[in-house]
């Protein structure tokens, strides 16, 4: 099945019909949290990379992980709607922020973090 208009997100529902037309298929999907996968999976405190796409959850999921607990050194996460010249104003990059982590990059779908004490020796310290 092609789930390249795939969503959650009741909004989206919403952009996607007016832009596309009536929605083709539902379907229910069982969901679990964060932390119920890290601990099933036994993940490590300091793990290397944490890439998150959850059709709009986004800032849900990365707010439900226990950060004293799980400590990724590089975030990267969906956010299309990131202006850079706004970035202050957007909750992923402020909650992120507020979680020691600095905006290194950002491509047209994605931002990418790297926790502050940890630049991985290759960052500049301007950007971080």
């Known amino acids: ?6 969503t959650l997100d ?3 529902i919403k952009r996607f019909t007016k832009r596309l037309g009536a929605v083709t298929k539902k379907e229910k999907v069982e969901t679990t949290t964060l932390q119920k996968i890290f601990e099933r999976e036994r ?3 300091n793990f290397e990379l944490l890439k998150i796409d959850a059709e ?4 849900k999921i990365i ?9 990724p050194r590089v975030i990267c996460v969906e956010s299309r709607f990131l202006n850079l ?5 957007h909750p992923i990059f402020k909650f992120l922020k507020s979680k020691k982590y600095s905006l290194i990059a950002k491509t047209p779908w994605d931002a990418i973090f ?15």
Not at 56 to 59: A, I, K, Q, R, V
Not at 85 to 89: G, I, P, R, T, W
């Open 63 to 71: 707010q439900g992980l226990n950060f004293s607990k799980y400590c």
């Open 114 to 128: 790297v926790y502050k004490k940890d630049n991985l020796g290759w960052i500049p310290k301007q950007l971080i």
């Open 43 to 45: 993940v490590s405190k």
């Open 1 to 6: 099945t092609d789930h390249t208009n795939s």
């Open 10 to 12: 009741k909004l989206a």
């Open 85 to 89: 010249n706004k970035k202050n104003n």
């Open 56 to 59: 709009g959850h986004d800032l």
